[in-house]
């Protein structure tokens, strides 16, 4: 392990090497920088809230560490479905447009800005970010900011942030998952799903239950204890094994899900709403998919909630981090995270690789449910020919693009990582 570490750390020290040995020669040919002169760098703009065709890669003023900021050169960042729901503007409160998306990545620190401690520059780490992760350089406050083990790769540490942190809270901390306990948990095959069936498998004689696409079931069976298809009745599937039900249930559905949920508790049971992904059915934002859920919600009565012994309960990492001030509790999560990581306990599922200008393809299979585990935006990965001129900048009047309609049914999907 020591050897494998020294062979890390001289790799990122390359790395950087080779950063700054390609800034130098590209400032020499263009003649030292004036005063006033602002570095640019490659990331993805959503434009508007829309559809695909509101994503390109641009360029953009490189940001700079402010006091208690960390600068770090983005090797890796996460793709999660809540990043759809962004933009398709199908959240609470979003933010002005244009703006650059995502919320965690990985990469190496390149600057420090004042009173940061506890990093150094040349560390390997993984963030979470308040938006603007899609970027060759981001800037994140230090207590977002966590090192990297020595083994674990830049895109399995972009694939840990959310998932881990958002399954383990959900577990151990909100529904106190302990021995012998049941679970149902929606999308199984999808990131934070792998992330709960692994969780818990570090607790004895723990049942999973999980929903998931059937063309899914052989590839994860073996991480869950029952394996149903998403569109089945899976209510009377869970009671047929366990008439009583499950003690937890983890849903990031919605809708109709709501009440099947709770119908499922046992007395003393958790319910966790975790997303809405059942509003995100077409391209865009859709009313009547947003009212459809909104009205097949159970209507949630506490006398009844009292009489029955169940608890309901909601979790938004995102939340948590960025309007509730809670990076030091989070801070503490992921050190515990990391020694089940070290530990060789939990491991980050990685579905595929995209190139930053494969973006739009990226977001479609995450749309189509097609991933098993996480996608990940390779920074330093070139894009296919195909996909190329998909995410261009501008069209030669300056104006963006439109997508033609069938364009990616003609588009080969990037192979799965395994």
């Not at 977002?144 to 942030?161: G, N, Q, R, T």
């Not at 029952?226 to 009671?239: G, I, M, P, S, T």
């Not at 997303?275 to 995100?280: A, D, L, P, Q």
Request: aromatic content about 8%.
């Amino acid at each position: 392990m020591a050897k494998e570490g020294a062979q890390r750390a001289e790799e990122t020290e390359q790395m950087i090497e080779k950063e700054s040995g390609k800034e130098a020669a590209e400032g020499g040919a263009a003649g030292s920088l004036r005063a006033g002169d602002t570095k640019e760098m490659r990331a993805v703009v959503l434009s508007a809230f829309g559809g695909l065709n509101k994503l390109r890669v641009s360029k953009k003023a490189m940001p700079e560490p402010q006091e208690g900021e960390l600068k770090i050169r983005v090797k890796a960042c996460g793709l999660n479905f809540i990043d759809l729901m962004v933009r398709q503007g199908n959240i609470d409160n979003p933010p002005k447009t244009p703006l650059v998306p995502g919320f965690e990545c990985s990469g190496i620190v390149e600057a420090l800005g004042d009173s940061v401690k506890g990093f150094e520059i040349g560390d390997r780490v993984m963030a979470f970010v308040n938006y603007n992760a899609w970027a060759e350089v981001v800037c994140t406050p230090v207590e977002f900011v966590y090192k990297i083990p020595d083994d674990m790769s830049f895109s399995e540490a972009a694939a840990f942030p959310m998932n881990f942190v958002t399954a383990y809270m959900m577990l151990f901390e909100v529904a106190n998952l302990r021995e012998g306990m049941s679970v149902l948990v929606h999308s199984a095959g999808g990131g934070v799903g792998q992330a709960v069936a692994q969780l818990c498998s570090t607790i004895p004689n723990v049942t999973v239950f999980g929903t998931a696409s059937s063309f899914k079931h052989e590839a994860i069976k073996n991480s869950v204890t029952h394996l149903f298809d998403r569109n089945a009745d899976y209510v009377q599937e869970v009671k047929r094994i366990s008439t009583d039900g499950v003690d937890i249930v983890l849903d990031c559905l919605c809708g109709e899900n709501t009440g099947k949920g709770l119908s499922l508790l046992k007395p003393l049971g958790t319910y966790i709403l975790y997303g809405s992904s059942n509003m995100v059915t077409g391209e865009t934002k859709s009313f009547f998919s947003f009212a459809k859920s909104w009205w097949q919600v159970e209507k949630v009565n506490p006398i009844k909630l009292y009489e029955e012994n169940k608890v309901i309960a909601g979790f938004s990492l995102l939340n948590l981090l960025f309007k509730q001030n809670r990076g030091g509790h989070i801070k503490g999560v992921m050190d515990k995270l990391l020694n089940l990581y070290n530990s060789k306990k939990i491991k980050p599922v990685v579905d595929s690789l995209w190139a930053l200008e494969e973006v739009k393809e990226a977001m479609q299979r995450i749309h189509d449910r097609g991933n098993i585990g996480k996608l990940i935006l390779d920074v330093e990965k070139a894009p296919t020919p195909l996909m190329a001129n998909d995410s261009t900048e501008t069209s030669e009047a300056g104006e963006e693009e439109e997508d033609h309609e069938g364009d990616n049914e003609n588009k080969e999907r990037m192979p799965f990582i395994q």
